[in-house]
């Protein structure tokens, strides 16, 4: 049992512990442009590939979150791991990853910066400095765990009504009934590429279903490669996100069809910083992980709300090492134990009392036999003494013979109940 126990600690610490561990730790993987593939994967894998590389962005007042109130949120939003450092002056945070969203889901003066990972931990996110003159937008956070990053594609190799998917989380802040279930959404459609940029950059257009919350979310071939990301929902012909950014009009397709937009993933590149990691600090005194729980009160009928959980990941560590110490401790306490045991046999000092001795009938019964208990009494008194020293059949008599004194039900033992490698008897037993 100790060492059962011992072995359910270990696996308790080796969850979380597993994930920190990378057979390329120190190297910084980079976001990887593949070569054009030929052959289509199963969209089931491509919506595993997306689910693992997005994340929500969340624009949050901590204690509007913590009390329930409807301004807990100002954005909410989705983004792409695009990349990972490996943080080696930071061994509880060893990991730096970077998001890339759009500009009007990352910005925000008044709320703080969150970034949920598809595990659920909620990290604290921390605007780039780097600029775009698109819709684009960087973000950072800290991680003591490993998460997969974006493998990005080329967008110009995007043939039209060629099959497309869009990643994200909906969250409809501005509808009159606010609807923020944010769970990961996978939707299929066909793209269309633009001949001109349009306004803020967006340039790819398709039929894909998209929600409020998803902008800032994956726009994958079907491959599982990033090709743009999604930042404009559906809307009227007439409207001014289908302008092209010079001012000349608008694509002719817009006016057919109504088609959520995206931004080619070649506008990053051609834009993005050389070296994104560098100057890039954790601030002092700042919670990093937090997690989320769901909670129900039925009572008043408010169904489940979202509550910051604010736990810090360096307190589970010391509580999950002392309660690991705990189990050793008692677990080696179980091994000592077990190697002080007596090698003797145990020995029962109760006595079973018969109904026969209730009803006042004779003990002597030659049909009674001793109990176990005696037998194991006598056998272990016959061991003993021999131990002692007395090497003699009349010694060992002597002794038997003041066991039966002290135990009244089994006075008449029958010489054929002691059998033993040495028999003994009372040699006062008139029957032998």
């Known amino acids: 049992m100790p060492l059962i126990l011992a072995c359910i600690g270990s696996l308790f610490l080796e969850l979380p512990v597993q994930a920190l561990v990378s057979s390329n730790s120190d190297k910084t993987p980079t976001p990887t442009v593949s070569p054009t593939q030929s052959v289509a994967l199963p969209e089931g894998i491509i919506r595993d590939k997306a689910r693992l590389i997005s994340v929500?962005?969340?624009?949050?007042?901590?204690?509007?979150?913590?009390?329930?109130?409807?301004?807990?949120?100002?954005?909410?939003?989705?983004?792409?791991?695009?990349?990972?450092?490996?943080?080696?002056?930071?061994?509880?945070?060893?990991?730096?990853?970077?998001?890339?969203?759009?500009?009007?889901?990352?910005?925000?003066?008044?709320?703080?910066?969150y970034i949920q990972t598809h595990d659920g931990l909620i990290h604290k996110g921390f605007l780039h400095p780097a600029k775009f003159d698109a819709d684009l937008r960087l973000l950072y956070f800290y991680s003591p765990y490993r998460y997969e990053t974006a493998t990005l594609g080329k967008s110009s190799n995007l043939?039209?009504?060629?099959?497309?998917?869009?990643?994200?989380?909906?969250?409809?802040?501005?509808?009159?009934e606010m609807s923020c279930p944010a769970?990961?959404?996978?939707?299929?459609?066909?793209?269309?590429?633009?001949?001109?940029?349009?306004?803020?950059?967006?340039?790819?257009?398709?039929?894909?279903?998209?929600?409020?919350?998803?902008?800032g979310g994956a726009v994958l071939n079907t491959q599982g490669q990033v090709v743009a990301i999604n930042g404009r929902g559906k809307a009227e012909s007439n409207n001014s996100q289908y302008s092209y950014a010079d001012g000349s009009g608008s694509p002719e397709i817009t006016q057919q069809k109504s088609l959520a937009l995206g931004i080619p993933i070649k506008t990053y590149l051609n834009n993005a910083p050389t070296n994104p990691f560098d100057k890039l600090s954790p601030p002092k005194g700042v919670e990093y992980v937090?997690?989320?729980?769901?909670?129900?009160?039925?009572?008043?009928?408010?169904?489940?709300?979202?509550?910051?959980?604010?736990t810090n990941l360096d307190f589970i560590r010391v509580l999950a090492g002392i309660i690991l110490l705990l189990i050793l401790l008692i677990s080696l306490i179980g091994i000592l134990m077990l190697i002080n045991q007596p090698k003797g046999r145990k020995i029962s000092h109760k006595s079973k009392t018969t109904n026969d001795s209730r009803k006042g009938k004779n003990s002597t019964n030659e049909n009674h036999k001793p109990t176990q208990s005696v037998y194991q009494l006598l056998y272990a008194l016959n061991e003993e003494q021999i131990k002692l020293g007395a090497k003699t059949s009349d010694d060992i008599a002597q002794l038997i013979y003041l066991v039966k004194?002290?135990?009244?039900?089994?006075?008449?033992?029958?010489?054929?109940?002691?059998?033993?490698?040495?028999q003994v008897v009372d040699p006062n037993d008139t029957q032998q």
């Open 56 to 113: 929500r962005v969340l624009s949050v007042d901590r204690k509007e979150w913590n009390a329930n109130t409807i301004g807990t949120f100002e954005v909410s939003g989705s983004g792409i791991l695009l990349k990972v450092n490996t943080v080696k002056t930071s061994p509880h945070l060893p990991y730096l990853y970077l998001v890339l969203t759009n500009d009007h889901v990352a910005k925000s003066s008044t709320k703080e910066s």
């Open 159 to 176: 043939k039209e009504n060629e099959k497309i998917y869009v990643a994200g989380f909906p969250c409809q802040l501005t509808s009159r």
């Open 183 to 215: 769970e990961f959404t996978f939707t299929q459609g066909e793209v269309f590429i633009f001949d001109q940029l349009l306004v803020d950059g967006y340039q790819i257009g398709y039929t894909n279903e998209t929600k409020e919350g998803m902008s």
């Open 290 to 310: 937090y997690y989320t729980q769901q909670t129900s009160n039925s009572n008043n009928g408010e169904g489940n709300k979202n509550q910051f959980n604010l």
């Open 405 to 422: 004194l002290i135990t009244p039900t089994n006075q008449n033992l029958k010489q054929a109940d002691l059998k033993d490698d040495n």
